[in-house]
């Protein structure tokens, strides 16, 4: 949902290990939900989506899963690179509006 | 794939001055562009959605008269500050939508503008 913090929760991983990221949104007419990834002084890089009609989605080292009952969306990477490191965001869209909303963040920091 | 181009990336103007953004859609039309603004540390806030040939919708809380919007042709949105104050000072992004079903959004790369 929308959501503005006075600093993003850090999530500190080590290389090689297994991310979760966790999101809450707050819209329950919500109905397509995507992860994306924004490096310092960048635009949003698109990661991966989902639709409300399913409640899991895999793509190349990242799965996206969505509980529509508590309103949780949650991105998994797999096998963390340092290439990782980012902040990610989740956002919200209702209906055919193209409107996102998005999430607060969680800085992802991967250790060597 | 799809891309949105943004220009400037950076602009530093001295407060009361106006600063204009563009935001175009490379290699297809975007009937639909949005306007986004991200303060340091936090989330992309929507300011407004930018409709070709039609005027923009803003956010409540945006004042459109400070934030003047365009959408003059299918691949060109502009958004101007005017009378740019310190606390416009932000991370203005904005992003395109093909206007299809499903389609997803792209993002240009973000204009840093820093207000004196």
């Known amino acids: 949902g929308e959501s503005v913090g006075l600093h993003l929760p850090t999530l500190s991983v080590q290389e090689g290990d297994n991310s979760i990221i966790n999101c809450a949104y707050s819209?329950?007419?919500?109905?397509?939900f995507i992860w994306y990834k924004q490096e310092s002084g960048k635009g949003p890089q698109f990661i991966i989506d989902i639709r409300s009609n399913m409640d899991k989605r895999q793509g190349q080292r990242v799965t996206v899963l969505l509980n529509k009952t508590v309103k949780h969306l949650s991105l998994q990477i797999a096998a963390t690179q340092p290439g990782d490191s980012a902040v990610y965001f989740c956002a919200e869209n209702v209906g055919s509006s193209y409107k996102l909303i998005f999430g607060s963040g969680t800085r992802l920091l991967v250790r060597p | 794939g799809a891309v949105v181009s943004q220009h400037p990336s950076w602009v530093i103007c001295k407060s009361g001055t106006s600063v204009k953004i563009e935001c175009r859609s490379l290699?297809?039309?975007?009937?639909?562009m949005f306007w986004y603004r991200q303060f340091p540390k936090q989330s992309l806030m929507l300011m407004a959605t930018s409709n070709e040939g039609s005027k923009a919708t803003y956010e409540q809380g945006v004042e459109k008269d400070k934030f003047l919007i365009n959408h003059a042709s299918l691949t060109l949105s502009t958004l101007t500050v005017t009378s740019a104050h310190p606390e416009d000072s932000s991370f203005y992004i904005c992003s395109a939508s093909r206007g299809t079903t499903n389609e997803k959004l792209f993002f240009g790369s973000g204009t840093q503008l820093s207000v004196l």
């Open positions: 290699d297809f039309q975007a009937t639909t």
């Open positions: 819209n329950s007419a919500s109905d397509y």
